[in-house]
């Protein structure tokens, strides 16, 4: 266990840390945005929607991750008419791309998530609601999405764990997360054990305060409404 | 029956495995295959190469059964260390740190490195920003580090390929890599959009004394066969020939 | 003429890809059983050694423990036994998914097992059926009516992460993608193809694992 090598290459590490932290917390806010519309849209029981929805969540669970990131970061770039529109300023950015593919990735969970949350809550609740005469959206709000969330929150906290496992891809793009920084120096040291292990213990501990985070949320949230 | 089934499957796959698994014990070479005309896969899934040619009239005339696989470049110097491969091959530079854990050949090659730039542009021009793609964990991409540092942006692909798409897809300013390998691409998928920089860098310290082949510290007699039988093919010119096959 | 002749190099990627799955699979089912033993069995040392060790796994990125069994086992074996023992990408892609799969299989099978009526056991004991016997022949076939539906999600990411083993250089379906991406500069076609067949997989595997569930539960009267 060689210390002074570690310490080192600490700066590096930090940074492929902020990296991967950058990279979740984008996705995350993408991510969950975009599942919480697709739920909206899908419980509007609209049979072009629906199936369009089902039929993303398919293609998204049906793939791996690592050929939808491909997918997007190297094969949009093949078409040279879409490189001269500006929406290649967007695809240009690896970060961009990272994002897209894992917000897209983690959307398609989350809104399966969502789903299932909502198909949770009795229906008991859901008429009672209609028989006092509350509008689609007052019932929403005060019924559909804490009660939702009541089932949905020990579920989501998985998920989040998911979008940091995710993160790890980006170094396949050029991106240089903890992941991609640990590869770099393993390439210029040979030193493979002690790296892999640092970066191990750091995805430990974030998995820790993931936890501990939903942890704290599920009693200031959930509590009350038991 | 179904349990005859599930059981027939599981045993079918355990068997598969240890079929798999197992490899016959020849001088194996280990390379990654991302770098023509040094070395690469063909649509047919075979490694052909410059690099080729050479190991295996060395092998022919040393008697020796050569096999190669493809391994990712991160690799290749652990497996040899832990004696997964008998041997390293594939445009790989004779530097002090890698001499440091490997023995090394006389050179086979003497390598230069270049620039891949957008035809419409007059020369290279490394300013603040510039992004250039490289082979992560190569000289090639050690040379970037240290020479401009901070200045520009370094972007590392696991092949050489890789950076090439990138390259096409305007990601990036330019691509750095070996002489023959650039020649190459220019010439093969470069459909007159990209052309050399002629900013050709002969760097010793880093691109190191050339291309070697690489054995374990522990092998110094292998390494002498292969330099005497390097020798004989320069004397008798099979090298020549092989050299002319693939630069000329 | 669309893949330039790439379409057999794909093709026998898949075969090694499902090679890879089948054999973690047969692993991940065995590990998990083990674990699912060793994490709730009466010595303590067992039970609190599997549960950390079962955590550490679920808790660390799968391409993160696919690089440290590749790099690093190669490395520990060698100390170990003093040759060298080989740990091509194909062994180290299975020990680690096996692994990854076995760990969260251990839970499935907890889950499975505590389904099963108590009174199966009892009834068992009464008869003077041995500890082993009582697990083969009464509790296992039981727990798997329970563990199918958990089994087989497991399995659509197993199939799935198998594509980071081209990470390692296995030549499998993404690794030969990338090759062929690479060659001919059309990524998005031989991307798009690969997920094709990816798609094909999962959906041919999900037909296959309906079809079991519902046999396992043939027995069960319909109301």
């Not at chain 2, 964990?137 to 692909?157: M, Q, V, W």
Request: with cysteine; net charge positive.
């Amino acid at each position: 266990m060689n210390l002074s090598l570690i310490l080192a290459h600490l700066p590096q590490l930090i940074q492929g840390l902020i990296t991967t932290l950058e990279l979740m917390g984008v996705t995350l806010l993408f991510g969950l945005s975009l599942g919480l519309v697709l739920t909206v849209l899908s419980s509007l029981n609209r049979w072009y929607l629906t199936k369009t929805i089902n039929a993303f969540i398919f293609l998204i669970r049906g793939t791996p991750l690592l050929v939808q990131l491909f997918i997007i970061y190297y094969g949009i770039g093949q078409f040279a008419w879409l490189r001269d529109t500006s929406l290649w300023l967007f695809f240009k950015q690896p970060f961009a791309c990272a994002v897209l593919a894992f917000g897209l990735n983690t959307s398609a969970y989350t809104t399966e998530l969502f789903r299932g949350a909502i198909k949770a809550i009795p229906r008991g609740e859901i008429e009672a609601c209609q028989a006092l005469g509350m509008s689609n959206t007052l019932m929403l709000c005060h019924i559909v999405l804490p009660r939702a969330l009541q089932f949905a929150l020990p579920a989501y906290s998985n998920e989040v764990i998911m979008i940091l496992k995710c993160t790890t891809l980006a170094s396949t793009v050029t991106l240089l997360d903890l992941t991609g920084m640990v590869r770099l120096i393993n390439a210029e040291t040979y030193a493979s054990l002690e790296f892999f292990l640092v970066a191990g213990a750091i995805y430990l501990l974030l998995n820790g305060g993931i936890m501990a985070l939903f942890g704290y949320l599920e009693k200031k949230l959930i509590k009350p409404l038991a | 029956m179904l349990n005859k089934i599930l059981k027939l499957c599981g045993i079918g796959f355990i068997s598969l495995f240890f079929m798999q698994a197992t490899q016959a014990r020849v001088i194996k070479f280990a390379t990654e295959a991302t770098y023509p005309p040094f070395v690469y896969v063909n649509n047919h899934g075979e490694i052909h190469g410059f690099d080729v040619d050479i190991a295996m009239a060395i092998c022919e005339l040393l008697k020796f059964e050569c096999t190669f696989t493809n391994q990712p470049w991160d690799s290749l110097i652990p497996s040899l260390q832990f004696g997964k491969f008998e041997a390293l091959i594939g445009a790989i530079s004779i530097t002090p740190e890698r001499q440091e854990k490997v023995l090394f050949t006389e050179p086979y090659y003497e390598n230069k490195a270049d620039y891949v730039i957008p035809i419409n542009q007059p020369s290279l021009k490394i300013k603040e920003g510039t992004i250039i793609g490289v082979q992560a964990g190569t000289t090639l991409a050690d040379y970037l580090t240290e020479t401009y540092g901070d200045k520009i942006k370094i972007n590392r692909y696991a092949s050489v390929e890789q950076a090439f798409l990138d390259l096409i897809a305007t990601r990036l300013d330019a691509v750095f890599g070996d002489q023959p390998v650039v020649i190459h691409w220019v010439k093969e998928s470069g459909k007159k959009q990209f052309k050399l920089a002629e900013h050709v860098v002969h760097s010793p310290q880093y691109l190191g004394k050339g291309f070697g082949i690489a054995f374990r510290k522990d092998e110094p007699d292998l390494v002498e066969h292969f330099d005497f039988a390097l020798n004989q093919l320069k004397k008798d010119g099979t090298y020549q020939r092989i050299y002319q096959h693939y630069f000329d | 003429m669309i893949f330039d002749g790439f379409l057999a190099q794909l093709l026998l990627g898949t075969w090694i890809t499902i090679k890879l799955a089948g054999c973690a699979l047969v692993l991940g089912l065995s590990l998990g059983i083990i674990g699912m033993l060793g994490s709730t069995s009466k010595i303590s040392g067992l039970r609190y050694l599997s549960r950390i060790f079962i955590s550490l796994i679920r808790g660390l990125p799968e391409l993160l423990v696919l690089f440290f069994i590749y790099f690093g086992s190669g490395f520990i074996l060698t100390k170990i036994v003093g040759q060298y023992i080989e740990v091509t990408s194909f062994t180290a892609g299975v020990i680690a998914l096996g692994l990854i799969f076995g760990a969260y299989a251990s839970q499935t099978f907890k889950g499975a097992f505590r389904a099963i009526p108590k009174g199966q056991n009892e009834a068992a004991n009464a008869l003077g059926l041995s500890q082993r016997r009582i697990f083969w022949y009464i509790l296992l076939p039981q727990a798997w009516r329970h563990a199918l539906p958990g089994l087989s999600n497991l399995w659509f990411v197993l199939l799935k992460d198998t594509a980071l083993v081209s990470l390692i250089g296995l030549a499998d379906l993404m690794n030969n993608a990338q090759i062929a991406a690479s060659s001919t500069q059309k990524p998005f076609t031989f991307f798009a193809v690969t997920g094709v067949i990816y798609l094909l997989l999962t959906t041919v595997s999900q037909y296959v694992f309906n079809y079991f569930i519902q046999r396992s539960n043939r027995h069960l009267a319909h109301l």
